[in-house]
C-alpha cells in the first residue's frame, strides 16, 4: 500500500468515528428499540445512584389518649395508668373544708396544696423519663380527679384576652413575645411557662404574693403551655 493510499483509509476511518457519535452510536451494545445497555461500571460510565426523599423535620403530635378517671374519699394513694407523655390532672373536692393535697411520685411534686373546696388543673409527667405511677390524695371529703392529653386546654390567642379563676394550664398556640397579666386576690400566683416540645426549660415569669393583686406585661415566648397558679380570677392577652 503506497502513501496516499494509506493516507485515503486514515481519513475514512476519522470520518466513520464522527459519523457514529453524530448518530448516537457508542462502544456499547444495544437492545430492543434502539436502548443503549452502558458497559460494565469501570468503562468510564457514571451509574445514576437515585437520591432519597429527604426525611421529615418536624415530629408530628402523639396520638389522642383517652382520659383516665378516679374517685375515692379523705386520704388515698392510687395508681395511675398514664404513659410516659404530658398530661394534666384536674383535681375536684367541692365539700373539702380543710387542707387539700395531692402529691405526684414522678417528677411533679406538689400538685395541689390548697385550703377549703377546689377545683383546678396542674400538668403532669413534665419531665421526660420520669413518669407518675400514683396520685397521693390527702383530703377530708369525696374527690375525683381526671386525667386527660390537653386536648381541651383553654387556649390563650395572640392578641386575645383569656380569663380564668384558679389553677389552670393554659394552650399558647401562636408565637407571642410578651403577655399582659392580671389577678386578683392576695395569695400566691404564678405563672410557668413550657415550650411546646415539653422537654426545654420551664421559666417563670411571674411569681409573686400579698399586695393587691398582680398586673404586669412580662416576657413570654410562645407557643407554650402556661401553668397559672391562683386563688382568685386572673386574665393573660399575649402579644
Same mark, same amino acid.
Given at each position: 500500500?503506497?502513501?496516499?493510499?494509506?493516507?485515503?483509509?486514515?481519513?475514512?476511518?476519522?470520518?466513520?468515528?464522527?459519523?457514529?457519535?453524530?448518530?448516537?452510536?457508542?462502544?456499547?451494545?444495544?437492545?430492543?428499540?434502539?436502548?443503549?445497555?452502558?458497559?460494565?461500571?469501570?468503562?468510564?460510565?457514571?451509574?445514576?445512584?437515585?437520591?432519597?426523599?429527604?426525611?421529615?423535620? $418536624?415530629? &408530628?403530635?402523639?396520638?389522642?389518649? /383517652?382520659?383516665? !378517671?378516679?374517685? %375515692? @374519699? =379523705?386520704?388515698?394513694? +392510687?395508681?395511675?395508668?398514664?404513659?410516659?407523655?404530658?398530661?394534666?390532672?384536674?383535681?375536684?373536692?367541692?365539700?373539702?373544708?380543710?387542707?387539700?393535697?395531692?402529691?405526684?411520685?414522678?417528677?411533679?411534686?406538689?400538685?395541689?396544696?390548697?385550703?377549703?373546696?377546689?377545683?383546678?388543673?396542674?400538668?403532669?409527667?413534665?419531665?421526660?423519663?420520669?413518669?407518675?405511677?400514683?396520685?397521693?390524695?390527702?383530703?377530708?371529703?369525696?374527690?375525683?380527679?381526671?386525667?386527660?392529653?390537653?386536648?381541651?386546654?383553654?387556649?390563650?390567642?395572640?392578641?386575645?384576652?383569656?380569663?380564668?379563676?384558679?389553677?389552670?394550664?393554659? $394552650?399558647? &398556640?401562636?408565637?407571642?413575645?410578651? /403577655?399582659?397579666? !392580671?389577678?386578683? %386576690? @392576695? =395569695?400566691?400566683?404564678? +405563672?410557668?411557662?413550657?415550650?411546646?416540645?415539653?422537654?426545654?426549660?420551664?421559666?417563670?415569669?411571674?411569681?409573686?404574693?400579698?399586695?393587691?393583686?398582680?398586673?404586669?406585661?412580662?416576657?413570654?415566648?410562645?407557643?407554650?403551655?402556661?401553668?397559672?397558679?391562683?386563688?382568685?380570677?386572673?386574665?393573660?392577652?399575649?402579644?
Amino acid at each position: 500500500m503506497n502513501t496516499r493510499s494509506k493516507s485515503l483509509l486514515m481519513t475514512g476511518a476519522v470520518a466513520l468515528s464522527v459519523l457514529m457519535a453524530a448518530t448516537g452510536c457508542s462502544s456499547g451494545a444495544r437492545e430492543g428499540h434502539g436502548r443503549i445497555v452502558h458497559a460494565a461500571a469501570g468503562s468510564g460510565d457514571i451509574p445514576h445512584v437515585p437520591t432519597a426523599p429527604p426525611s421529615p423535620t $418536624s415530629t &408530628p403530635p402523639p396520638a389522642p389518649q /383517652a382520659p383516665e !378517671t378516679h374517685s %375515692g @374519699k =379523705g386520704n388515698a394513694e +392510687v395508681a395511675i395508668t398514664w404513659p410516659d407523655r404530658i398530661g394534666f390532672v384536674t383535681f375536684e373536692c367541692p365539700k373539702c373544708g380543710s387542707n387539700v393535697m395531692v402529691d405526684s411520685d414522678g417528677g411533679d411534686y406538689g400538685l395541689v396544696n390548697a385550703i377549703g373546696s377546689y377545683k383546678g388543673t396542674h400538668w403532669l409527667n413534665s419531665l421526660p423519663g420520669h413518669p407518675a405511677t400514683k396520685l397521693t390524695v390527702r383530703a377530708t371529703a369525696d374527690w375525683t380527679f381526671t386525667i386527660a392529653d390537653g386536648r381541651d386546654l383553654p387556649v390563650a390567642e395572640p392578641g386575645k384576652t383569656l380569663s380564668g379563676t384558679g389553677d389552670a394550664v393554659v $394552650s399558647l &398556640p401562636g408565637k407571642t413575645a410578651t /403577655a399582659e397579666i !392580671t389577678a386578683k %386576690g @392576695k =395569695g400566691h400566683f404564678s +405563672v410557668m411557662l413550657m415550650p411546646a416540645d415539653h422537654t426545654a426549660y420551664t421559666s417563670l415569669p411571674v411569681n409573686t404574693s400579698g399586695g393587691d393583686g398582680y398586673h404586669g406585661t412580662v416576657p413570654l415566648a410562645g407557643p407554650g403551655l402556661l401553668q397559672l397558679d391562683a386563688d382568685s380570677s386572673w386574665t393573660i392577652t399575649p402579644a
